[in-house]
C-alpha cells in the first residue's frame, strides 16, 4: 500500500656521539643550559598545545552529548478521552518511552496500553520488527504472528503490524498488539495498541485480533507522523 494511514612526536634532543662530550667538556654548562632553557620552552609550548586540544574535545563532546541522536520527526496522536499517562522515561542515546493506559486501570496490572517508543538505531524497520516478532515466538506459548504490511506513513518507510501471544509466561495472560513503526533518519518510532485477555489458542488468534481491532482504528487513525 502507498500509504499507512488505516488506523522508528615529541622530539628529544641528544647527542648523537659521546666523544663530543669528552672533548668538548669546557662547554658542558653553557651546553646544559642551552639545552635545558630549550626544553623548557618546548615543554611550555608543549602544554599550552595540550590544553587547547582538551578544551577543544570537551567543547566537542559537550556538543555531541545534547541530544546526540534526536529524532528529525515525531509521532502525533489524539489519546482516548480515559487515558492517562503512567510513564514517561529518555535516555542519553536520545531514545524515549511514553505510557497510557485508561484512568480506571491499575499501572501494576492493567488490560489496554498504548506505548509510544523511539528509539536510535541503523536497522531498517523490517528488521527491527523481525527481531521482535521473532523474541514473541521464543517467549511466548501459542504466538501468532502475521505478516506485516509495508509502505510509507508520512513519507517514511514504515510497518502496519500484527503480533499475538496465546499466553504470555510473565502475566499468564494472552496478549495482543497492533503496530506502526515508522523510519526516522538515526531511529525507529513504534506507536504500539496492546490488549490483554484470557489465553488462548493459535486458532483462535484471528478471531481475537478481528474482535478487537475494532476498537483500536478511531485511535490509529489519528496518528500523524511530523
Not at 70 to 84: A, E, T, V
Not at 131 to 158: R, S
Not at 192 to 212: G, L, S
Request: aromatic share 10%.
Amino acid at each position: 500500500m502507498s500509504e499507512l494511514g488505516i488506523f522508528g612526536s615529541s622530539r628529544l634532543r641528544r647527542t648523537n656521539d659521546r666523544n663530543v662530550l669528552r672533548v668538548h667538556e669546557d662547554h658542558e654548562d653553557d651546553e646544559n643550559e642551552e639545552i635545558a632553557r630549550s626544553g623548557q620552552c618546548q615543554n611550555g609550548k608543549m602544554t599550552f598545545m595540550l590544553i587547547r586540544v582538551l578544551c577543544l574535545v570537551f567543547i566537542l563532546s559537550s556538543c555531541s552529548f545534547v541530544n546526540p541522536k534526536s529524532p528529525s520527526r515525531k509521532m502525533h496522536f489524539k489519546l482516548p478521552k480515559d487515558y492517562k499517562q503512567i510513564n514517561s522515561s529518555s535516555k542519553k542515546d536520545g531514545s524515549f518511552v511514553k505510557e497510557f493506559i485508561p484512568k480506571s486501570e491499575d499501572p501494576q496490572n492493567w488490560n489496554n496500553m498504548i506505548r509510544y517508543v523511539y528509539q536510535p538505531t541503523k536497522v531498517e524497520v523490517y528488521e527491527q520488527f523481525k527481531e521482535m516478532a521473532d523474541l514473541i515466538g521464543k517467549v511466548c506459548e501459542e504466538p501468532f504472528v502475521p505478516k506485516p504490511f509495508a509502505g510509507k506513513f508520512g513519507g517514511a518507510e514504515a510497518l502496519n503490524a500484527l503480533t499475538a501471544c496465546g499466553k504470555h509466561p510473565n502475566t499468564k495472560r494472552g496478549e495482543i498488539s497492533q503496530y506502526l513503526m515508522v523510519q526516522d533518519t538515526d531511529g525507529i518510532h513504534s506507536v504500539q495498541k496492546t490488549v490483554r485477555i484470557e489465553p488462548f489458542k493459535e486458532k483462535e488468534a484471528n478471531a481475537v485480533i478481528k474482535e478487537n481491532l475494532k476498537t483500536w482504528n478511531d485511535f490509529f487513525q489519528t496518528l500523524k507522523f511530523k
